[in-house]
T-cell receptor
Framework: AQSVAQPEDQVNVAEGNPLTVKCTYSVSGNPYLFWYVQYPNRGLQFLLKYITGDNLVKGSYGFEAEFNKSQTSFHLKKPSALVSDSALYFCAVRDHSSGNTPLVFGKGTRLSVIA | DAGVIQSPRHEVTEMGQEVTLRCKPISGHNSLFWYRQTMMRGLELLIYFNNNVPIDDSGMPEDRFSAKMPNASFSTLKIQPSEPRDSAVYFC????????????FGPGTRLTVL
């Protein structure tokens, strides 16, 4: 079975400060990992993904995420937050060896960047 | 590319009425997904198709829900009869490959059942 957890419902950060949105996962084999962002009244937008290779993945809008196999984590980070980064963020995972199963999404973390 | 297209964007209907939501995936994508998003339950996968064939509909809440994909460029999600608890935002997403590739989401249909 595969699962993903986003332990924080809400993250508040001041504009200009670094931000981290946490994600941990559970899979039997090796994971495919994704981050998506949802702005108000919009669909989810792809930010970045880890399939294989370099543990540090860079994505859209200055976001990056680090795959940590020992801690089964894939935290989303940005060095300097913008007010416009305020949105709902979803982590998703799929187990390489899980056959014909699609992505499993976390419950989402609401990021609020305060000016 | 226009991205995933969903219609209508908003739907308000009365309990007991039939509701049909429509989706046009990105051209060339082989997989299509229907999701439902509510405050209480978050994002739920309802059903997904690969090459127009339904693969897993275990997320469909009840027999009142049905989905079809008659061709590679069109899918429908139907609720008959609708109930107030079906009120949610319904998203369609498509991907090039079902199990490994990035899913691209449509803007969603906000359904309100009175």
């Amino acid at each position: 079975a595969q699962s993903v957890a986003q332990p924080e419902d809400q993250v508040n950060v001041a504009e200009g400060n670094p931000l981290t949105v946490k994600c941990t996962y559970s899979v039997s084999g090796n994971p495919y990992l994704f981050w998506y962002v949802q702005y108000p009244n919009r669909g989810l937008q792809f930010l970045l993904k880890y399939i294989t290779g370099d543990n540090l993945v860079k994505g859209s809008y200055g976001f990056e995420a680090e795959f940590n196999k020992s801690q089964t984590s894939f935290h989303l980070k940005k060095p300097s937050a913008l007010v416009s980064d305020s949105a709902l963020y979803f982590c998703a995972v799929r187990d390489h060896s899980s056959g014909n199963t699609p992505l499993v999404f976390g419950k989402g973390t609401r990021l609020s960047v305060i000016a | 590319d226009a991205g995933v297209i969903q219609s209508p964007r908003h739907e308000v209907t009365e309990m007991g009425q039939e509701v049909t939501l429509r989706c046009k995936p990105i051209s060339g994508h082989n997989s299509l997904f229907w999701y439902r998003q509510t405050m209480m339950r978050g994002l739920e996968l309802l059903i997904y198709f690969n090459n127009n064939v339904p693969i897993d509909d275990s997320g469909m809440p009840e027999d009142r829900f049905s989905a079809k994909m008659p061709n590679a460029s069109f899918s429908t999600l139907k609720i008959q009869p609708s109930e107030p608890r079906d009120s949610a935002v319904y998203f369609c997403a498509s991907s090039l490959v079902a199990y490994t590739d990035t899913q691209y989401f449509g803007p969603g249909t906000r359904l309100t059942v009175l």
